[in-house]
């Protein structure tokens, strides 16, 4: 793949799909590391395995060692990404994954900030919501949503809950925009509660396919995408009855799904496809996209985002979810492309601009890729304190993608001073506003 010192576009890649980056397997060629991306199911489809969190936190641990001066951290940084072919084998699919996804565990501060609370179905309020008493939260919440504004969102959207626990709608948009906000755990239990309140909810159920897709739940993904055609009122006839299918709320399982059961949803969706004649179902054209990732057909799943764009072009999460595929069919250059036009829609879109950087990196822009987690980072904390909201919890998995990227450029310094949390520096550094 060759290499790219511009990760910006100004115009839409025509190819656009969806998908995440999920294939990076980082290869050493001519003694420079560059990300690749690994085949792998839908938005994640190849999920870290605990034994890689484990080595990526051993690998972590030892370049960070107190007994050791900051050049030597950052020797053993540059080392382990220079000449440890095997973690990177490992890692490959991690890094386009933590694009769509919040898998790697959240570092200790961000868990120390978002705590207790754990009401409905295992979710973690915030402690320290100011707008928990807000007449009409929900609408106000709404308004910021559209305004890009994803982590006052969620105050205002948990602030509704906590005043209406039934309100599913409230758990709809709270599920969404916490994927949105690269934090697919907290997603998938709001959408599940969602569900179990208004089993019929089209949104959540796509929704929680594509975060289902994203965290490796493949099986669960699949079932979600199949409750979707049993519940549209449009394609149900298309399901004939089973007795006895498990319910959307049953433990979640990490095994590939079964290639006669992924089969046979593909076919349900590919028949209302067909039924439909010339006219085009953005919603169901998402669906089939998700099906395609998850069997690996990338070309396929882009032909079917590209499709739902025809007729959504201003929808920012399609475009996000076409970068996605392309980057997972080797097509990081495009995929950018994609990313960028989901950013020019909504900048506030916090994933995007994190998969924008993985991408970033597949192409050796480090630098590139580095302002934009930062920008990522800026906007979450920035967005908590114009709220006065205490102890801005921000995705671990940013810092972590940051910390890579900044040991690839050489700069021992500024990879010190993201293993702090100093994000105040780093902004000065790359001359980014605070």
Request: proline share 4%; aromatic share 8%.
């Amino acid at each position: 793949m060759a290499e790219r010192k511009s990760c910006s576009s100004r115009t839409g890649s025509k190819e656009l799909l969806w998908s995440s980056e999920h294939r990076s397997q980082p290869e050493l060629s001519s003694g420079k590391s560059a990300l690749n991306s690994e085949s792998a199911s839908e938005l994640e489809l190849v999920p870290p395995t605990q034994a890689r969190l484990t080595k990526e936190q051993r690998w972590g641990s030892a370049l960070l060692s107190r007994n050791h001066s900051l050049e030597e951290e950052f020797e053993r940084a540059k080392a382990a990404v220079e000449s440890d072919t095997e973690f990177w084998d490992k890692m490959q699919a991690e890094w386009e994954e933590m694009a769509r996804r919040n898998w790697i565990s959240e570092n200790q501060e961000a868990q120390n900030q978002v705590t207790i609370s754990a009401s409905e179905k295992g979710y973690y309020f915030h402690t320290e919501n100011p707008f928990k008493d807000w007449p009409g939260a929900f609408e106000e919440g709404l308004k910021r949503l559209k305004e890009g504004d994803l982590p006052v969102t969620i105050l205002f959207m948990e602030a509704a809950i906590l005043q209406d626990p039934g309100d599913a709608e409230a758990w709809q948009f709270l599920g969404i925009t916490q994927a949105e906000n690269e934090n697919e755990q907290a997603a998938i239990v709001a959408l599940q509660r969602c569900l179990e309140l208004q089993p019929n909810n089209l949104k959540a159920l796509m929704a929680l396919a594509v975060s289902y897709t994203n965290t490796g739940h493949q099986q669960d993904a699949c079932e979600a995408l199949k409750n979707w055609i049993k519940q549209n009122p449009k394609y149900k006839y298309l399901v004939k009855s089973k007795k006895g299918s498990p319910g959307l709320t049953r433990r979640m399982s990490k095994s590939p799904v079964d290639s006669s059961v992924l089969e046979g949803v593909k076919e349900l969706y590919l028949e209302a496809a067909h039924q439909n004649g010339d006219m085009i179902d953005p919603d169901l054209q998402t669906g089939l996209g998700v099906l395609f990732h998850l069997s690996g057909e990338f070309n396929r799943a882009i032909d079917a985002f590209n499709a739902a764009l025809t007729v959504r072009p201003e929808d920012y999460s399609l475009w996000n979810r076409l970068g996605a595929t392309l980057a997972n069919g080797d097509r990081s250059e495009e995929a950018v492309e994609a990313y960028t036009r989901a950013l020019e829609i909504q900048p506030g879109f916090i994933r995007s601009r994190y998969n924008l950087g993985i991408s970033c990196i597949n192409l050796g822009a480090y630098r590139e890729a580095v302002s934009n987690f930062l920008t990522a980072l800026s906007l979450q904390r920035k967005s908590r304190n114009q709220q006065q909201v205490p102890h801005p919890a921000i995705s671990g998995n940013i810092w972590a993608a940051l910390r890579i990227a900044l040991s690839l450029m050489d700069q021992p310094e500024l990879f010190q001073a993201a293993n702090l949390g100093d994000l105040d520096v780093l902004l000065r550094a790359f001359n980014l506003d605070p």
